[in-house]
C-alpha cells in the first residue's frame, strides 16, 4: 500500500510517500520483490546486462572470480559514473576448495614524488577533489590480475570478450546512468578538462546520450584487448602507463609511468567480530570496513528483540554508536604500511563496553576512544563449486577526478582527496600512501561455512549500511531482498580521516518508509532529523542456504541492478 506521511520540520512541511508492501502474501512487509534462487550459481550486480555477462560466464565453465572480472569490466563501461580500470578494487573471496576466506586490497598509492610541502608551499588546507593532485595509482586491473591467478580458470581474454564487444557495439543506458552522466559530463566540461568531450560524447554522435539510446566506447575497448593480450603489465608498463604518465605532467600532476610500474595489490588476513552467532568479515585498514564491526560490536549489548525496527530506541542507538565508531575511524584509519592502527583493540569485547557505556538517552558529541597504540559499484557472485566472491570497486566522487588520458576510455579516480594535510595525523598524506579508502566488501560465515555475501556501495554510508543489513538479517528476521529494501538512514557529521573535527551533533537523515512517530522521538533525545535524495548506497547480495543446497540472491532497488543465477 501507499503511506503518505506529512512531516513538519524546520517549519517546512514535506510530503513523505513510501511504498510499503504490506499486502504481499508472504508477509515480508518491506520486499518489493522475491528473493530470486538457484542451485548452480548466482550473479547480483547493479546493471542487469553485467549481471548476464558474469552468468553467462558461469554457464559455459567458469567460476566465481572468472565471472566477476568479466562482469566488473563489463560495469567499468556500463557504469562508468560509478567505477572503472581508473579506480581501486578491494574483494573477499571463499575459495571452496580451503574452506577460506582470502581478502585482497588492490587499491594504489599517491606519486613517489609528490610530497605534503609541495600543498603547503602552495597554499592548500585539503587536497583538491578534481585535477590531477587527488589522483592515485588506479589498482583495479592488477587487482582483477592477482584474483585471476589466486583463482581463475579461463583465459582472462574470454572474460574480458563480453566487455569489448559491448565497448565495440554499444548497449542502451539505463535510467539511473543516463541521468548521473547527464548530471557529470558537462560538470567536467565546465572545468576545461581535456579529452572529455572526444571520449564520452564525439564516440556517440556528438551528443550525451539519454536512456535507451546506444552507447559505445570504442578507446576503452581497444583498452581492454590491450589487457586482455598483453595482462597487467600492458596496463602498468606499456603505452597505457606512458600515456597516463605523460598526460597527468601535462596537466601539472605528479603520477608518473615509474609510480604505475612499482604498484602492487596486497592479499591480506580478513578481519571479524562475532554477532550474536554470526562471524561478520571485512578488510583492515586502510579501508573502513572495521568501522562497521565496531558498530556491530557496541550494538550487541543491546537486546534488539525488544526494540522494534525503525523505532527511536533503534535509530537513537544506532546513530550513537555509529558516532562512536567513526571517531575512531577519524584518528585511527590509515594505511597499515604507514599507521600501526590498533585493529584487534578497536574490536575488543573490553573496548566497545567502554564506548558502549557512553550512550545515554539523548543524542550526544564524542571523542576517539584512547587506545594504546567515500559512487561505487558493488557486486557478488558465486558458482556451482560453492565458491563466492564480494567485490567492490569506484573511481570516487562518481566518474572520477576529471583527469582522462587520451584514448584510452577512462577517467582516473580522485581517491588522494580522501589523505588529510594535517601533520601527525594516522592518514596525513605522504607520497607512495594509500589513502583512507571508504569502499568496503564485507562476508557472513556462520561455523566456519558461507552464509552471506554482501555489500552497499555509498562513501561514508557503507559501514551504515552494513550494519544495517547485518542487523536486519540477524535482529529483525528479514530474508535477503527485504534486508536491502527495509527503509535506511544515515548519520553525517563528525570527525573524518581527512582532518575535520566534530563541531556538532550532527544529522540522521532519513529514508521514506522511517514512521513520523520515530521522527518526533528522534527529536525529542536531541537529534536533528532531514532529508537527502540518493545517499543510502546500493546493495547486492547472495546467501547459502545449505540445509536446502540452494543460492538466495537480491539486488537493490533504487538501483538498475539485478540478482540472477541458474
Request: aromatic share 10%; proline share 5%; net charge negative.
Amino acid at each position: 500500500m501507499n503511506r503518505i506521511t506529512l512531516l513538519s520540520l524546520f517549519g517546512i512541511m514535506i510530503f513523505s510517500i513510501s511504498t510499503i508492501a504490506q499486502d504481499r502474501v508472504t508477509g515480508k512487509t518491506f520486499a518489493t520483490r522475491s528473493e530470486v534462487l538457484a542451485q548452480n550459481g548466482m550473479v547480483a550486480t547493479s546493471h542487469p546486462l553485467a549481471t548476464q555477462v558474469g552468468l553467462d560466464i558461469l554457464k559455459n565453465g567458469g567460476n566465481a572470480i572468472d565471472a566477476a572480472i568479466a562482469a566488473n569490466a563489463t560495469l567499468g563501461l556500463m557504469e562508468p559514473t560509478g567505477c572503472g580500470v581508473g579506480g581501486d578494487i578491494f574483494a573477499i573471496v571463499w575459495d571452496a576448495k580451503t574452506q577460506k576466506l582470502y581478502a585482497l586490497n588492490g587499491s594504489g598509492r599517491s606519486p613517489k614524488k609528490l610530497t605534503l610541502d609541495y600543498f603547503k608551499k602552495n597554499g592548500y588546507d585539503k587536497i583538491p577533489a578534481l585535477g590531477p593532485l587527488p589522483v592515485s595509482v588506479p589498482g583495479t586491473v592488477d587487482g582483477w590480475f592477482e584474483l585471476h591467478k589466486k583463482f581463475g580458470s579461463k583465459e582472462m581474454s574470454e572474460i574480458l570478450s563480453p566487455a569489448i564487444n559491448y565497448a565495440e557495439n554499444g548497449f542502451p543506458l539505463t535510467e539511473l546512468i543516463a541521468w548521473y552522466i547527464q548530471k557529470s559530463i558537462p560538470r567536467y566540461m565546465d572545468k576545461g578538462f581535456p579529452n572529455i568531450k572526444d571520449t564520452y560524447i564525439s564516440q556517440n554522435n556528438g551528443k550525451l546520450p539519454n536512456e535507451g539510446e546506444i552507447y559505445k566506447n570504442p578507446y576503452l575497448a581497444n583498452t581492454y584487448k590491450k589487457i586482455a593480450e598483453g595482462g597487467r603489465d600492458a596496463f602498468y608498463r606499456g603505452d597505457i602507463a606512458k600515456t597516463i604518465g605523460k598526460f597527468i605532467k601535462e596537466q601539472g600532476g605528479f603520477l608518473s609511468e615509474k609510480d604505475l610500474a612499482n604498484h602492487h595489490s596486497e592479499w591480506l588476513e580478513p578481519v571479524s567480530v562475532n554477532y550474536r552467532g554470526y562471524d561478520v568479515w571485512e578488510l583492515p585498514p586502510n579501508g573502513q570496513g572495521i568501522a562497521a564491526l565496531q558498530m556491530l560490536q557496541i550494538l550487541e549489548g543491546y537486546d534488539f528483540s525488544n526494540i522494534a525496527f525503525g523505532s527511536a530506541e533503534h535509530l537513537h542507538l544506532f546513530t550513537e554508536a555509529k558516532k562512536l565508531a567513526f571517531e575512531d575511524r577519524a584518528k585511527y584509519y590509515a594505511d597499515m604500511d604507514f599507521y600501526d592502527v590498533p585493529v584487534e583493540e578497536l574490536l575488543s569485547d573490553k573496548y566497545a563496553k567502554e564506548r558502549r557505556d557512553l550512550i545515554g538517552e539523548k543524542a550526544t558529541t564524542y571523542n576517539a576512544g584512547q587506545i594504546s597504540a567515500g559512487e561505487t559499484i558493488y557486486m557478488t557472485v558465486a558458482d556451482k563449486e560453492g565458491n563466492m566472491i564480494s567485490l567492490i570497486q569506484s573511481n570516487y566522487r562518481g566518474m572520477g577526478s576529471g583527469m582522462v588520458p587520451p584514448k584510452l576510455g577512462f577517467m582516473l579516480q580522485d581517491r588522494g582527496e580522501l589523505f588529510s594535510l594535517k601533520e601527525g595525523q594516522a592518514n596525513t598524506y605522504e607520497p607512495e600512501k594509500r589513502p583512507f579508502h571508504t569502499i568496503i566488501p564485507a562476508f557472513i560465515t556462520k561455523e566456519g561455512k558461507p552464509y552471506v555475501s554482501f555489500g552497499v556501495m555509498g562513501g561514508d554510508f557503507q559501514p551504515q549500511g552494513h550494519t544495517q543489513i547485518v542487523m536486519n538479517l540477524i535482529d529483525f528476521g528479514m530474508n535477503l531482498q527485504e534486508a536491502g529494501d527495509a527503509p535506511r538512514w544515515d548519520h553525517t557529521g563528525g570527525a573524518s580521516p581527512m582532518g575535520e573535527e566534530t563541531t556538532n551533533k550532527g544529522m540522521i537523515r532519513i529514508e521514506s518508509g522511517i514512521p513520523y512517530e520515530t521522527i518526533r522521538g528522534l527529536m525529542d533525545r536531541g537529534h536533528q532529523v532531514g532529508f537527502v535524495r540518493g545517499a543510502y548506497g546500493g546493495y547486492q547480495a547472495i546467501l547459502w542456504d545449505a540445509e536446502n543446497k540452494v543460492y538466495r540472491g537480491a539486488s537493490e532497488s533504487r538501483k538498475d541492478g539485478q540478482a540472477a543465477g541458474y
